[in-house]
């Protein structure tokens, strides 16, 4: 699987976790005192984000580090 396509599903993930939170990009890069462009960029795959904004995302999106990582688990079938 490529690169593009982990970071997309990745993103995926976490758009996914947020809404399910119902926060907007912008409540949830105030959460993760990160930029919601940054955010946005997450989502949409093209960012690839480093470990300590992997533990603050998670931590802003109450799953833990695993969890958020998680996405993973159907990567296998593709």
Known sequence: MSEEKILQRFGL?????RT???LSQEQLASLCDLDRTYISGIERGKRNISLLN???LASSLKVSSS???DFQKDLSNE
């Open 13 to 17: 993930h976490v758009k996914t976790l």
């Open 20 to 22: 399910k939170l119902d």
């Open 54 to 56: 992997i533990i603050k």
């Open 67 to 69: 969890e958020l990582m």
